[in-house]
C-alpha cells in the first residue's frame, strides 16, 4: 500500500465516517454500506427544495463537502471513480425530497447519467417532483458534442443552493442551474497522473510537458503540450477559456486537483491577475482543493459570467467548511516599510579605558584565530577563530565611532557592529547578548548585572544550558565570579572551558550532530575563546 | 520546471501576492519584496497584544493564512525552508506593535530563535515590548532537549490570538502560549519525501515503508517504519503520543503534510476515531493542511489537553480562512434507509392481447440474438444481442406477474424488470425509457404518446440525438410513424436503422470510441433490434 489508507474496497465508506466524525452533527449518512453511501443534511425539513448531486469517489471534498447550508442537500457517492447505484441515488433523493420537489445536479458522464436518471424515474413513481441538470462545463474538445462536467460544476451547487435556500421554487432553481450551466467553461491542466488507491500508477506524461484538457476520472488529457512556467501555463488555459467566455466580469474558481502544493495554487493565482483576462475577472473562488482527482497535481480554471442575480447567489452564506468563499479578485495592497529599520547610528563619544579594554578584547581574540579554528576542525568546519578574528578585526575599526562614554548605548553599538559584521548563529547570539546588556543597563543595573542579562537571553533564544558544550559553559561561571574580579571569572571560565572536553555529545549547536569520539578530549572552540578572554583580561590587569 | 512555479528566486512572492489578490482587502504585505516578505492585517489598530509569528515558507497555508482577526497580526516569511531575515522579522514587529506589546511565536529552529531573537531586541531598543515563545511540540526524538516546533504551532497562534483579541494583557497572552506549548505533543509519518522548488526529489523511503517523526523541512524522519495500511499507521503515531499526553480531554490536530489527498485523510481522521486514545479526542482541528512541508505525503497529529480556558480560546471566532474551526469530534450519525427502495409489486393481473404482444416481441428479440452480437461485434464487445435475449427471456418469465391488465403498471413494471435484469447502460436506458411511458400513461396520455414520453427521456438522460448511430435512429422514426399503423412505423424504423451504416462517427455510447473503418457499412445493432422489432410486429399483423 502505498496510500493511508486500508483497503480498496472500504476507503471510500471509511473516509465519508470520518469526514463525518468531525462534522459536529450537522452531517449524517444513510444505514447502506458498502452499496449505498449517501450523506444528508441533519438540519432539514423537506420544506424546501432539495439538491442532490454526487457521483464517483476520488474528488474529495466534492461532493460530501459540500453538504450543508447553502448547497447540496444530500451527496450521493460511488466507489472511486465508479458512478453510484441508482439505488444509492434513489435512496438519496427519498431521503431529502418533498413537497418541493428535488433537483439533481449531475456532471455530464454518461454512468451518471443514466444512474441519476433512472433514480429520478423511480422517484416520480412515488408522485417526487424531480428534475435533473448536466453539467458540461469543460471546454478540453470542443469537437465532442458530450463535454464532461468538471468543477464548474460547484457554481450550479452553490447558485442553485442559495436559491434553494431562499425558498424558490424547483422550476425557478432548475432554470438558474441550467443558466448557470450555459455559461460556466473549465479547462483543467496537470503535470502528473493521479494515483488510483491500490493501482500501480501510470506515467505517460513526458518529463518537460503537461497535460492540457483533462477530465477528473485518471482519464488522459485532450493533448500534451511542453510546460515550461506558471505564467506558461496560465497563458495556455486562458487561451482556450477566453473564446468562450461572455462579455462582462465573470468569477473564476481555481481548483486544485489534488496533489498541486498551495505555494504553486497561489502562483497560478497571481498568473491569473496577469493574464489577459484578468480585467474580466470580478470574484475569485479558491485557490483550493474543491473538484479533485486524488493527488493529480494539476488545476483547474472555471468561469462564468455574472450578472447581478448569479452573484447575489454566489455571495450567498453558505455553511459547508469545503467552500472557500468568494472574494474580490484584486490589487495586492502594499503597505511603506516601516521607520525603524534602518538603526540610528549612536553619537560616538570618547573614554579611554573602555577603548582599551575593548581593543584588548579584540587583540585577545585576533591572536586566538589558529589556536581556536584547530578546535573548531574536531566538531564543525574549523573556522570559529576567523569568524571571531574577523569580527574582532572590524570592531577595532569601529571604535572610533562607538558611544565610548555611554554604557547603554556602548552595548547596544556593539551588539549591532556584531550583528553587521560577524556571520553565523553565533554573530546572532552575540549581538543578542549585547543588545540585552544594554537594556539591562537602561534599566538601572551594573554592568556585571547587565552582561548577566545578556547571558540569560541568549540561553532563552538559544536554547544551551551549561553542560550543552556552548561558550556558555565557560561564559556563565565567568560572570558567576565576576564580582570578585578578573582574576577568579577567568579561573572558573578556564575551569568551564577545560571540562567540555570530558562531554561527549553536544546538545546545542552545529555540534550537536558529530559523533563522541570526535569531539572528547577537545574543549569547545567557543567557551576555549571565552576562557582565554577572561585570562588575558585577568593577565592584563595584574 | 515540475511544478508549476515561474521560478526558484520568486515562487515565495508571487504566491503572497497571489494570497492577497484573494484577500478581500483583509491582507496587505510591506513593501519590501523580496528580502522582506511580511504579510500584516489591515484591520489593525495597534490597540491590542500584536502576534507575529513566520518562519520558513513551504509551510502553506502557514503561515500567512493565518493572518486575520483571532490569530496572527503578522506573518514573517523567510524564502523555502529557510528563516526569514533579521530585518523582515524587525520589520514585521515595528509594522504592527503598539503599547500593548507583541508576542513572538517562533518555532524551535536556530534560525528562526535567533533570527527573531535579535529582531525582538532590536525592537526593545525603540522601547516596544516584546516577548518571544518558542514551540517544541515534536515528540520524535524524546532524547533530544531542543524538540523541534511542528504543527502543534496552531494551537499557540488560536489560543493566543483569541486571548490578544479579547484584550488580554501582553504578559497574560504569553503566559497562555507558554501553557499551551508546555501541553502540545506531535508526531508527524510520511510515505514520501517533498519536492523542493527547483531541486531534483530525494527518494529515501523504501518500498512499503514510512518514515515516523518526520520535521516539516524535508529532513529525515527519527525512523523508517513498516508500513501496511493506515490502522496501522495511526496505531504507530497514538503509541508516540499517548505517553505524553495528560490526563482528561484534548483536541487534536490532525494535519495534512501536504500531499495526501483528502480521502487518506478522512480514513485516517476515521481511525484516529477508534484508536486507543479515542476516549479522550473531544474535539478535532481538520483533516486539513494547515502546517505542510510543500508536497510531502504525510500527515501528522498533535493534541492538547483542554482547560475550560483553552476550549474557549479553541473555539472562539477567527477570521483566517486556512483555519478548518474546531469540531466536537465524535460518533458517525446514521439514518434509516427511506422506504420505497425495494419497489412494490404490482398486484399481477391479465390482458390475453397484450400477453401475446409482449411474448411476440421477447421472441423477436432472442431470435436476432446472433445476428445483433454479429453487428455489435463490429463496434463493441459483440454482446448486444444476448444482453437482450437474456432480458428478453427474463421477461417472458415474469409474464405471470405482470399488471398487464393496466398501461401505466405495466409500463413501469415492464422498466422495473428491465432494470434488474438487463446490464450495461441499454438496460438502464430501457428502464429509464418505461418508466417514463408509464408516467405519461398515468397523466393520461396514449399509448404511443406514452411510448414518444419514453423516448423524450432517454435522449434527454442519455444524450443521444437522431443522427448519433443509437437504437433512437430507429425509434424516432417508427414512433413518428406509430399512428398510422405498424406497416409505416417498420419502413420508418428499417430505413433510420439502415441509415445508421452510413454514420462513420459514432457520437454518443461505446462506439464513439472505434474508428470510422470498423463501423461504416454496418447497422448501429440497437437500431437492427428497433428495427426488426416493428419489421416482425407487422409481419405478425398481417
Wanted: hydrophobic share 45%; with cysteine; net charge negative.
Amino acid at each position: 500500500m502505498t496510500q493511508f489508507i486500508n483497503a480498496r474496497e472500504v476507503v471510500v465508506s471509511e473516509a465519508i465516517d470520518g469526514v463525518l466524525r468531525g462534522a459536529g452533527g450537522r452531517l449524517a449518512r444513510l444505514d447502506g454500506y458498502p452499496h449505498i453511501k449517501v450523506v444528508v443534511r441533519t438540519d432539514w425539513d423537506k420544506s424546501k427544495v432539495a439538491l442532490v448531486s454526487g457521483g464517483g469517489s476520488g474528488h474529495e471534498p466534492a461532493h460530501v463537502g459540500f453538504v450543508g447550508q447553502g448547497m447540496l442537500t444530500a451527496a450521493v457517492c460511488g466507489d472511486i471513480f465508479a458512478s453510484p447505484s441508482v439505488d444509492a441515488v434513489l435512496a438519496g433523493i427519498l431521503a431529502v425530497t418533498g413537497k418541493a420537489g428535488c433537483l439533481l445536479i449531475v456532471k455530464n458522464y454518461t454512468g451518471d447519467r443514466l444512474n441519476f436518471g433512472l433514480a429520478a424515474e423511480r422517484a416520480r413513481t412515488f408522485g417526487l417532483n424531480v428534475q435533473m441538470v448536466v453539467v458540461d462545463d469543460d471546454v478540453a474538445l470542443p469537437d465532442l458534442p458530450q463535454a464532461r462536467g468538471v468543477a464548474g460544476t460547484l457554481f450550479v451547487h452553490k447558485v442553485a443552493g442559495a436559491l434553494a435556500e431562499a425558498g424558490e421554487s424547483l422550476d425557478d432553481v432548475a432554470a438558474a442551474a441550467r443558466e448557470v450551466i450555459a455559461g460556466a467553461v473549465s479547462i483543467g491542466m496537470s503535470l502528473d497522473t493521479c494515483t488510483i488507491p491500490g493501482s500501480p500508477k501510470e506515467n505517460r506524461i513526458l518529463q518537460g510537458h503537461a497535460e492540457l484538457g483533462l477530465g477528473i476520472h485518471g482519464e488522459a488529457g485532450a493533448e500534451q503540450v511542453s510546460f515550461e512556467t506558471a505564467r506558461q501555463a496560465i497563458e495556455m488555459v486562458v487561451g482556450r477559456l477566453a473564446p468562450a467566455m461572455k462579455p462582462g466580469p465573470h468569477a473564476v474558481l481555481l481548483n486544485n486537483l489534488g496533489g498541486a502544493t498551495q505555494l504553486e495554487m497561489s502562483v497560478l493565482a497571481e498568473e491569473l491577475a496577469k493574464s489577459a483576462i484578468a480585467d474580466q475577472l470580478r470574484w475569485i473562488i479558491g485557490p483550493a482543493a474543491m473538484m479533485t482527482s486524488l493527488d493529480m497535481q494539476g488545476f483547474s480554471v472555471s468561469l462564468i459570467p455574472v450578472s447581478e442575480e448569479a452573484e447575489r447567489a454566489l455571495l450567498a452564506p453558505a455553511a459547508p467548511t469545503a467552500w472557500p468563499g468568494v472574494a474580490p479578485f484584486g490589487a495586492v495592497e502594499v503597505l511603506p516599510l516601516p521607520d525603524g529599520l534602518t538603526p540610528i547610528q549612536p553619537m560616538p563619544s570618547e573614554n579611554p579605558a573602555r577603548r582599551t579594554l575593548i581593543a584588548r578584547c579584540c587583540d585577545i581574540l585576533i591572536d586566538a584565530e589558529r589556536a581556536l579554528n584547530g578546535l573548531d576542525a574536531k566538531s564543525g568546519d574549523g573556522d570559529t577563530g576567523t569568524t571571531l578574528a574577523t569580527a574582532a578585526k572590524d570592531l577595532k575599526q569601529a571604535l572610533d565611532r562607538l558611544p565610548l562614554a555611554d554604557t547603554t548605548q556602548l552595548y547596544r553599538a556593539i551588539g549591532m557592529e556584531l550583528s553587521q559584521t560577524m556571520g553565523g548563529s553565533s554573530g546572532v547570539l552575540l549581538a543578542i547578548f549585547f543588545a540585552a546588556a544594554g537594556d539591562a543597563s537602561a534599566s538601572g543595573q551594573t554592568w556585571i548585572e547587565s552582561l548577566s542579562a545578556g547571558l540569560d537571553r541568549i540561553q532563552q533564544v538559544g536554547g544551551a544550558r551549561p553542560g550543552d558544550r556552548t561558550m556558555i559553559d565557560a561564559l556563565a561561571p565567568a560572570l558567576t565570579h565576576l564580582g570578585t574580579g578578573f582574576a577568579t571569572a577567568a579561573t572558573a571560565a578556564r575551569a568551564g572551558a577545560d571540562l567540555t572536553a570530558t562531554i561527549g555529545r553536544a546538545k546545542a549547536g552545529r555540534a550537536s550532530y558529530v559523533s563522541e569520539d570526535k569531539i572528547l578530549g577537545h574543549n569547545d572552540p567557543g567557551a576555549e575563546a571565552v576562557a582565554r578572554l577572561f585570562e588575558k583580561l585577568r593577565d592584563a590587569c595584574q
